[in-house]
């Protein structure tokens, strides 16, 4: 499965911005599929996963009520709609796809991997 991450970009305090995520080759409507960032000389942080129907979704602390994760197994997509942006989520952001069908944050779950869309909050 080769996943493709799109819709970063360099955006102010407060805006808006949706990433979104598709595979190649193969879909992965029987899986999880996640969303991680990584921040500057850190390592990748879990941001948001849903599980394989949309019907369970997590989210990292910091960014409930303004992230929401959605998908599309018709169109084999996964977006990742980002509200209220702050300079704290400037970060390369990836998704990946889980080999359950849960909604799992744990970033060991995930075998299937983007190759990262940079999102830069200005303050």
């Known amino acids: 499965v080769q996943l493709q991450a799109c819709g970063g970009g360099v955006v102010q305090t407060g805006d808006s911005l949706r990433l979104s995520c598709a595979a190649s080759?193969?879909?992965?409507?029987?899986?999880?599929v996640g969303w991680f960032r990584r921040f500057p000389g850190k390592e990748r942080n879990f941001v948001a996963s849903?599980?394989?129907?949309?019907?369970?979704?997590s989210y990292e602390d910091s960014v409930k009520g303004r992230f929401t994760i959605s998908r599309d197994n018709a169109k084999g997509t996964v977006t990742l709609q980002m509200n209220s942006l702050k300079p704290e989520d400037t970060a390369v952001y990836y998704c990946?796809?889980?080999?359950?069908?849960?909604?799992?944050?744990?970033?060991?779950?995930?075998?299937?991997w983007g190759q990262g869309t940079l999102v830069t909050v200005s303050s």
């Open positions: 990946a796809v889980a080999k359950s069908s849960c909604a799992t944050t744990d970033v060991r779950e995930y075998i299937y």
């Open positions: 080759r193969r879909t992965f409507s029987d899986n999880g």
């Open positions: 849903i599980s394989w129907r949309g019907g369970h979704t």
